[in-house]
Antibody
Framework: EVHLVESGGGLVQPGGSLRLSCAASGFTFSTYWMSWVRQAPGKGLEWVANIKEDGSEKYYVDSVKGRFTFSRDNAKNTLYLQMNSLRAEDTAVYYC????????WGQGTLVTVSS | DIQLTQSPSFLSASVGDRVTITCRASQGISSYLAWYQQRPGKAPKLLIYAASTLQSGVPSRFSGSGSGTEFTLTISSLQPEDFATYYCQQLNSYPRTFGQGTKVEIK
């Protein structure tokens, strides 16, 4: 069974940094693109980024380019989202997902950017 | 960026009703469209991919159609567990945008 578990969310001040992790299991992690999608409180879904199987290609939504870095460790079946220079508008639940038509999602981790 | 516009944004329906949600893309996306269901407090769930292919395990009352710029999600007979918010997403180009969502509530 595919299982994705995010961690690392929390409260951070504007301008601060946070690193999210996503532990994957139940499938051959190294053969799939993976994604992050976020959802601000009471709002819709926003695609954030994705990463190729070997980490050699990454794509980001414009609003996070230069601030967020998506990486993966295939030996540990884990994704990372390094988030720097955080803004209030980055406040959201962050979901990791398998990028096969986004067929499996984690339960999400809440990031709150506030002073 | 490709914009996706869902209509309606909100609909009220009864159990057993046939429900249709439309998703219009600002430019052609072939069949690179997916539909998701999200219940309150839960992660989204993939229902339909490639515009019309039913994801494994999804009830057959859900169906999708369309290509190019206009797509529809149909629920043939609404069930109590179908009251949720539905999103379309295009996977034709980056960034992979979502529609704004359609909330389906009980009449």
């Amino acid at each position: 069974e595919v299982h994705l578990v995010e961690s690392g969310g929390g409260l951070v001040q504007p301008g601060g940094s946070l690193r999210l992790s996503c532990a994957a299991s139940g499938f051959t992690f190294s053969t799939y693109w993976m994604s992050w999608v976020r959802q601000a409180p009471g709002k819709g879904l926003e695609w954030v980024a994705n990463i190729k199987e070997d980490g050699s290609e990454k794509y980001y939504v414009d609003s996070v380019k230069g601030r967020f870095t998506f990486s993966r460790d295939n030996a540990k079946n884990t994704l990372y989202l390094q988030m720097n220079s955080l803004r209030a508008e980055d406040t959201a639940v962050y979901y990791c997902a398998r990028d096969n038509w986004t067929d499996y999602w984690g339960q999400g981790t809440l990031v709150t950017v506030s002073s | 960026d490709i914009q996706l516009t869902q209509s309606p944004s909100f609909l009220s329906a009864s159990v057993g009703d046939r429900v249709t949600i439309t998703c219009r893309a600002s430019q052609g996306i072939s069949s690179y469209l997916a539909w998701y269901q999200q219940r309150p407090g839960k992660a989204p769930k993939l229902l339909i991919y490639a515009a019309s292919t039913l994801q494994s395990g999804v009830p057959s009352r859900f169906s999708g159609s369309g290509s190019g710029t206009e797509f529809t999600l149909t629920i043939s007979s609404l069930q109590p567990e179908d009251f949720a918010t539905y999103y379309c997403q295009q996977l034709n180009s980056y960034p992979r945008t979502f529609g704004q969502g359609t909330k389906v509530e009980i009449k």
